[in-house]
C-alpha cells in the first residue's frame, strides 16, 4: 500500500511541467516526427477561419479576417501571405498576429463596406512561415457570400464554462466564454477577460481565442483558491468582427471546489454512431466529451476523419462549449458507399489539462446521397400558450435530427417579453445526445407575465449537421405563475466524487471496477481496499481484486488543513443530504396515487415500488418508507425517468428520515435473468436526479442505476462470488455518497454526471 499525500499527488503536474520545458527548450517549440532520417519538420497548417468557408450572409460592414495555424508563426512573414479580393473591389488592410492563439488577424482600411451579394475569396499563401521558417505546404482558399445588410447587432455571450451558479469547480480549471457570431481576436485579452477569487481579488492568466469555436479562454497562472466565489467578467472591450462591442459587461460567478480535476476526459458519443451505415455524404462528424474540454486541444490534429481509412480528409474542427460537441465539417462531401473512420486522439485535453487516456476510434459507412431534409422543432418546453409555468423555468426545443452546435446560440434562440418584446439575457446550452437546445436566463422571470421564445430559421437560422437551415421561425408563447421549479441542490466539494465512504471504508472486489471521477473517505488511508488511482496510488489490491479510479483517491491524510477535500465534501454533501430531505422539500409525491400523479401508473407492485412506471420530473415520497425497483414478483421491470423535453427537470426520491432504504433489483453473483435498469428519456440527465436514502441502499447485480445517492448508512453495489468475483459489471451514472458508512462494490463502473 502506498501513502497517498500531497507530494505524491503533485508529481504528475510538476512532471508535466518539466517536460514542457524540455520541449520548449529543446524543440523551440518545433513539433518534429522522428523519422529514419532524424527529426522531420512538420509544416504548418491553417486549423480555423472567419467567416467559415463557404459562410452566406457575412455583413458587409465585417472588417475583420482571422485565420488560425496549427503552430506558431513568423508574424512578418504573414503580411503578405493573407489577401482577401472581392470582384470589383481590391480591399486592403493590415495583418497581425497573436502568438497565444497562433492567429492571424487581416483588419481591413478599405473599401468602407463589402460589396453585397458577393462571393469573396481569402487567402493564406505559402508566405506564411512558421517560427522555424518552414513554410504551408500550399496555399490555403476558402470563400464566403456576403449579404445585402451592415452587422448592427452587439455580440453577446452564448454560453460559459463554468456554469452560472456552479459549485465544486475544481480549482485547477481554465474559464472560458463563447460569443454568439466571430469575434475580433485582438480585442479578447486580458482587459476584456477577467476573472477574481474572490471579488476584488483579480486573478493573473493568459487569455486565448479559438477562431472557429468563437470560444474565448482564461487560463490562470496558478490554482484557484479552494471553496472560494469567484467572479468572470467578459467586458464590451470584446468586439465583433463587424468593430461591434458587447452592449454590456456579461458578469457570472462560480464556486470553487476543494479537490483538482485529475480525471481523464472520455468521448461519450459520437454522430453518427459506431459502425451506423447510410450515413448522408454531407454530413459533418461530431463527438461529445464526458465533460468541459480545452477548445484550444479540438483542432485538425486531435479529431481527423479518414475515408477510407488511410485516406484523411480536409476539414475544419469546431468546439461547442454549451454541449461538450466537437465538429469534423469535411471540405468536400464525403465519398459513397465508403467505410470511413473518425478519431479523437489523446492531444484532446479537459479544461484541468487531463488529457484522454486513449484514442476513441468509430466507423460509419456513407451513401452517395446528401442529406437534403431541413430540420424541425418536434417539441418544446413550456409548451405553446402553456399557462402557469415557474419563473426559474429553463426554455427548450427538442430537434428532429441532430444539429450544428455552433448554430445554436444567443443569436439564434432568444427570449422576449411578449408585450413589448423586451429581450431576456441568458445562455444557450446544446445537447448533442438528446438534440435538446436550452435557453437559460440569467435571473428568474418575472411573474405573471407573458414571454415568447423564437428558434430562428433560414439562412441566419439554426442549421443540422448537413448544413440544412430550419425552414421558418419556431415561435411558443408562455405565461409564467409566481411558482418555483424544484431545482438540483449543488453538491459543492462532492461533486467530483463517484464514490464517498464517510468516516468509514471504500472497498472493490473484483477485476472489472472502474470509478470515472474521484473517491474518497473522511479517514485513514487503510480504509480503502482493492483500488488504485491515476496519480499512481494504490491501495491493498491483490490479483483478484483490482480497480480502477479515473481522478483520485482521496483520504483524511490528503491535503491536511483548510483545504481537506474530504472534510469540505463530507460537509458539503450533508447539506445536500438535508436540503432534498422530507423536512427540507416537504410535500412529495405519492407514486401510487392517481390523484397525485396522474401518469404515475396508479398501484402498481406496491406503493414503494417504482419497476414498471414511467415518472415525470418532481419531488417523490415513498409512503412505506422505502423504495424498491424490481424486487417484488415479477422480479422485472425499469423505471423510466421523463423529462418530457425539459433538459434542467429535476426528480428527487424520498425514503423515510432515519429509516429509509433504496433497494435495485437482486443481488448475488449470478446475473439476474433481467437486470433492472433506471431509464433516461426526453432530455433527463443523470446530474439531476437525487436519492434521499439515510438507512442504505443496495443495487443488484447487473443493474444500471441513475443518480446521486446521498445516505448516512452504507451502499452495496452486487455481491462477491467466486475468486475473482464472477458478478458482471453493475453501473451508476451518478455518485454513491454515504456520509458516515462504507460503500462496497463488486465489478462496479460509476460515472460522474458531468455539471
Same mark, same amino acid.
Given at each position: 500500500?502506498?501513502?497517498?499525500?500531497?507530494?505524491?499527488?503533485?508529481?504528475?503536474?510538476?512532471?508535466s511541467?518539466?517536460?514542457?520545458?524540455?520541449?520548449?527548450?529543446?524543440?523551440?517549440?518545433?513539433?518534429?516526427?522522428?523519422?529514419?532520417?532524424?527529426?522531420?519538420?512538420?509544416?504548418?497548417?491553417?486549423?480555423?477561419?472567419?467567416?467559415?468557408?463557404?459562410?452566406?450572409?457575412?455583413?458587409?460592414?465585417?472588417?475583420?479576417?482571422?485565420a488560425?495555424?496549427?503552430?506558431?508563426?513568423?508574424?512578418?512573414?504573414?503580411?503578405?501571405?493573407?489577401?482577401l479580393?472581392?470582384?470589383?473591389?481590391?480591399?486592403?488592410?493590415?495583418?497581425?498576429?497573436?502568438?497565444?492563439?497562433?492567429?492571424?488577424?487581416?483588419?481591413?482600411?478599405?473599401?468602407?463596406?463589402?460589396?453585397?451579394?458577393?462571393?469573396?475569396?481569402?487567402?493564406?499563401?505559402?508566405?506564411?512561415?512558421?517560427?522555424?521558417g518552414?513554410a504551408?505546404?500550399?496555399?490555403?482558399?476558402?470563400?464566403?457570400?456576403?449579404?445585402?445588410?451592415?452587422?448592427?447587432?452587439p455580440?453577446?455571450?452564448?454560453?460559459?464554462?463554468?456554469?452560472?451558479?456552479?459549485?465544486?469547480?475544481?480549482p485547477?480549471?481554465q474559464?472560458?466564454?463563447?460569443?454568439?457570431?466571430?469575434?475580433?481576436?485582438?480585442?479578447?485579452?486580458g482587459?476584456?477577460?477577467?476573472?477574481?477569487?474572490?471579488?476584488?481579488?483579480?486573478?493573473?492568466?493568459?487569455?486565448?481565442?479559438?477562431?472557429?469555436?468563437?470560444?474565448?479562454?482564461?487560463?490562470?497562472?496558478?490554482?484557484?483558491?479552494?471553496?472560494?466565489?469567484?467572479?468572470a467578467?467578459?467586458?464590451?472591450?470584446?468586439?465583433?468582427?463587424?468593430?461591434?462591442?458587447?452592449?454590456?459587461?456579461?458578469?457570472?460567478t462560480?464556486?470553487?471546489?476543494?479537490?483538482?480535476?485529475?480525471?481523464?476526459?472520455t468521448?461519450?458519443?459520437?454522430?453518427?454512431?459506431d459502425?451506423?451505415?447510410?450515413?448522408a455524404?454531407?454530413t459533418?462528424?461530431?463527438?461529445?466529451?464526458?465533460?468541459?474540454?480545452?477548445p484550444?486541444?479540438i483542432?485538425?490534429?486531435?479529431?481527423?476523419?479518414?475515408?477510407?481509412?488511410?485516406?484523411?480528409?480536409?476539414?475544419?474542427?469546431?468546439?461547442?462549449?454549451?454541449?461538450?460537441?466537437?465538429?469534423?465539417?469535411?471540405?468536400?462531401?464525403?465519398?459513397?458507399?465508403?467505410?470511413?473512420?473518425a478519431?479523437?486522439?489523446?492531444?484532446?485535453?479537459?479544461?484541468?489539462?487531463?488529457?484522454?487516456?486513449?484514442?476513441?476510434?468509430?466507423?460509419f459507412?456513407?451513401?452517395?446521397?446528401?442529406?437534403?431534409?431541413a430540420?424541425?422543432?418536434?417539441?418544446?418546453n413550456?409548451?405553446?400558450?402553456?399557462?402557469?409555468?415557474?419563473?426559474?423555468?429553463?426554455?427548450?426545443?427538442?430537434?428532429?435530427?441532430?444539429?450544428?452546435?455552433?448554430?445554436?446560440?444567443?443569436?439564434?434562440?432568444?427570449?422576449?417579453?411578449?408585450?413589448?418584446?423586451?429581450?431576456?439575457?441568458?445562455?444557450?446550452?446544446?445537447?448533442?445526445?438528446?438534440?435538446?437546445?436550452?435557453?437559460?436566463?440569467?435571473?428568474?422571470?418575472?411573474a405573471?407575465?407573458?414571454?415568447?421564445?423564437?428558434?430562428?430559421?433560414?439562412t441566419?437560422?439554426?442549421?443540422?449537421?448537413?448544413?440544412?437551415?430550419?425552414?421558418?421561425?419556431?415561435?411558443?408563447?408562455?405565461?409564467?405563475?409566481?411558482?418555483?421549479c424544484?431545482?438540483?441542490?449543488?453538491l459543492?466539494?462532492?461533486?467530483?466524487?463517484?464514490?464517498?465512504?464517510?468516516?468509514?471504508?471504500? =472497498?472493490n472486489? !473484483?477485476?472489472? +471496477?472502474v470509478?470515472? *471521477?474521484?473517491? @474518497?473517505?473522511?479517514?485513514? $488511508? #487503510?480504509? %480503502?481496499?482493492?483500488?488504485?488511482?491515476?496519480?499512481?496510488?494504490?491501495?491493498?489490491?491483490?490479483?483478484?481484486?483490482?480497480?480502477?479510479?479515473?481522478?483520485?483517491?482521496?483520504?483524511?491524510?490528503?491535503?491536511?488543513?483548510?483545504?481537506?477535500?474530504?472534510?469540505?465534501a463530507?460537509?458539503?454533501?450533508?447539506?445536500?443530504?438535508?436540503?432534498?430531505?422530507?423536512?427540507?422539500?416537504?410535500?412529495?409525491?405519492?407514486?401510487?396515487?392517481?390523484?397525485?400523479c396522474?401518469?404515475?401508473?396508479?398501484?402498481?407492485?406496491?406503493?414503494?415500488?417504482?419497476?414498471?412506471?414511467?415518472?415525470?420530473?418532481?419531488?417523490?415520497?415513498?409512503?412505506?418508507?422505502?423504495?424498491?425497483?424490481?424486487?417484488?414478483?415479477?422480479?422485472?421491470?425499469?423505471?423510466?425517468?421523463?423529462?418530457?423535453?425539459?433538459?434542467?427537470?429535476?426528480?428527487?426520491?424520498? =425514503?423515510?428520515? !432515519?429509516?429509509? +432504504?433504496?433497494t435495485? *433489483?437482486?443481488? @448475488?453473483?449470478?446475473?439476474? $435473468? #433481467?437486470? %433492472?435498469?433506471?431509464?433516461?428519456?426526453?432530455?433527463?440527465?443523470?446530474?439531476?436526479?437525487?436519492?434521499?436514502?439515510?438507512?442504505?441502499?443496495?443495487?443488484?447485480?447487473?443493474?444500471?442505476?441513475?443518480?446521486?445517492?446521498?445516505?448516512d448508512?452504507?451502499i452495496?453495489?452486487?455481491?462477491?462470488?467466486?475468486?475473482?468475483?464472477?458478478?458482471?459489471?453493475?453501473?451508476?451514472?451518478?455518485?454513491?455518497?454515504?456520509?458516515?458508512a462504507?460503500?462496497?462494490?463488486?465489478?462496479?463502473?460509476?460515472?460522474?454526471?458531468?455539471?
Open positions: 500500500m502506498k501513502k497517498s499525500d500531497s507530494l505524491t499527488r503533485a508529481l504528475p503536474w510538476l512532471m511541467i518539466l517536460l514542457g520545458v524540455l520541449v520548449t527548450a529543446c524543440g523551440g517549440g518545433r513539433d518534429p516526427i522522428l523519422g529514419g532520417g532524424g527529426n522531420v519538420e512538420i509544416a504548418p497548417r491553417v486549423t480555423g477561419v472567419t467567416p467559415l468557408a463557404n459562410a452566406t450572409a457575412v455583413p458587409i460592414n465585417t472588417r475583420v479576417f482571422t488560425a495555424f496549427s503552430k506558431a508563426m513568423n508574424p512578418t512573414s504573414l503580411a503578405s501571405a493573407f489577401t479580393a472581392c470582384p470589383g473591389v481590391t480591399p486592403t488592410g493590415t495583418v497581425t498576429y497573436a502568438p497565444t492563439g497562433n492567429v492571424a488577424t487581416l483588419t481591413l482600411t478599405s473599401p468602407a463596406a463589402l460589396p453585397a451579394s458577393t462571393l469573396c475569396t481569402a487567402t493564406i499563401t505559402t508566405a506564411a512561415k512558421d517560427t522555424a518552414l504551408l505546404a500550399s496555399n490555403f482558399v476558402w470563400t464566403f457570400t456576403t449579404g445585402v445588410a451592415p452587422d448592427t447587432t455580440p453577446t455571450v452564448s454560453s460559459v464554462n463554468p456554469l452560472t451558479g456552479a459549485t465544486g469547480v475544481a485547477n480549471t474559464v472560458s466564454a463563447t460569443f454568439s457570431e466571430p469575434m475580433d481576436p485582438l480585442t479578447i485579452d482587459a476584456a477577460f477577467t476573472l477574481a477569487c474572490p471579488v476584488g481579488t483579480p486573478q493573473t492568466g493568459t487569455v486565448t481565442y479559438a477562431v472557429g469555436s468563437r470560444v474565448a479562454t482564461l487560463t490562470p497562472t496558478a490554482s484557484l483558491p479552494f471553496s472560494t466565489v469567484c467572479t467578467t467578459v467586458t464590451t472591450a470584446a468586439k465583433d468582427t463587424a468593430g461591434l462591442g458587447l452592449a454590456s459587461n456579461f458578469v457570472w462560480f464556486t470553487t471546489g476543494a479537490a483538482p480535476d485529475t480525471t481523464r476526459p468521448v461519450s458519443s459520437t454522430i453518427p454512431v459502425s451506423a451505415t447510410n450515413v455524404s454531407n459533418q462528424v461530431t463527438a461529445t466529451f464526458s465533460e468541459p474540454m480545452d484550444l486541444t483542432n485538425d490534429s486531435n479529431f481527423t476523419l479518414a475515408c477510407p481509412a488511410g485516406t484523411p480528409l480536409m476539414g475544419t474542427v469546431t468546439y461547442a462549449v454549451s454541449g461538450r460537441v466537437a465538429t469534423f465539417a469535411p471540405a468536400a462531401a464525403l465519398p459513397g458507399a465508403t467505410v470511413c473512420a478519431t479523437v486522439t489523446t492531444g484532446a485535453k479537459d479544461l484541468a489539462g487531463n488529457a484522454m487516456a486513449a484514442n476513441k476510434v468509430w466507423t459507412t456513407t451513401v452517395a446521397a446528401g442529406d437534403t431534409t430540420p424541425t422543432v418536434s417539441a418544446t413550456p409548451v405553446d400558450v402553456a399557462t402557469g409555468v415557474c419563473t426559474n423555468k429553463t426554455i427548450n426545443a427538442t430537434f428532429s435530427e441532430p444539429m450544428d452546435p455552433l448554430t445554436i446560440n444567443t443569436g439564434t434562440f432568444t427570449l422576449a417579453t411578449t408585450v413589448g418584446a423586451v429581450p431576456v439575457t441568458g445562455v444557450v446550452a446544446y445537447d448533442a445526445v438528446t438534440r435538446i437546445a436550452t435557453f437559460n436566463p440569467a435571473a428568474n422571470l418575472a405573471t407575465t407573458g414571454y415568447t421564445a423564437t428558434v430562428k430559421g433560414g441566419a437560422g439554426v442549421k443540422d449537421l448537413a448544413g440544412n437551415p430550419l425552414a421558418l421561425d419556431k415561435v411558443t408563447t408562455f405565461t409564467t405563475s409566481a411558482s418555483i424544484v431545482t438540483a441542490p449543488p459543492g466539494a462532492a461533486a467530483p466524487f463517484g464514490g464517498f465512504g464517510g468516516n468509514a471504508t471504500l =472497498t472486489d !473484483g477485476l472489472n +471496477t470509478i470515472n *471521477g474521484d473517491i @474518497g473517505v473522511n479517514a485513514a $488511508a #487503510t480504509t %480503502i481496499t482493492g483500488l488504485r488511482d491515476s496519480g499512481g496510488n494504490v491501495y491493498t489490491v491483490t490479483p483478484n481484486n483490482d480497480g480502477m479510479v479515473n481522478g483520485l483517491i482521496y483520504t483524511a491524510n490528503t491535503l491536511p488543513g483548510p483545504g481537506n477535500a474530504v472534510i469540505q463530507r460537509a458539503d454533501a450533508l447539506v445536500a443530504f438535508n436540503a432534498i430531505s422530507p423536512a427540507g422539500m416537504p410535500g412529495g409525491i405519492d407514486v401510487s396515487s392517481l390523484a397525485q396522474p401518469s404515475c401508473g396508479g398501484a402498481g407492485q406496491g406503493p414503494g415500488q417504482l419497476a414498471g412506471r414511467t415518472l415525470p420530473p418532481g419531488v417523490y415520497l415513498s409512503t412505506t418508507g422505502t423504495y424498491g425497483i424490481g424486487i417484488t414478483a415479477p422480479t422485472a421491470g425499469n423505471l423510466t425517468l421523463d423529462a418530457q423535453g425539459d433538459a434542467n427537470a429535476v426528480w428527487v426520491f424520498q =425514503t423515510a428520515a !432515519g429509516t429509509g +432504504t433504496l435495485v *433489483g437482486l443481488t @448475488g453473483p449470478a446475473t439476474p $435473468a #433481467t437486470p %433492472i435498469q433506471v431509464l433516461l428519456i426526453n432530455g433527463a440527465q443523470a446530474k439531476n436526479v437525487f436519492w434521499y436514502v439515510p438507512a442504505g441502499a443496495t443495487i443488484g447485480t447487473g443493474a444500471t442505476m441513475v443518480g446521486t445517492m446521498l445516505s448508512a452504507s452495496t453495489f452486487s455481491t462477491t462470488g467466486g475468486s475473482p468475483p464472477t458478478a458482471v459489471t453493475t453501473t451508476l451514472n451518478g455518485r454513491a455518497i454515504a456520509l458516515t462504507g460503500v462496497t462494490m463488486t465489478n462496479t463502473v460509476i460515472n460522474v454526471p458531468a455539471p
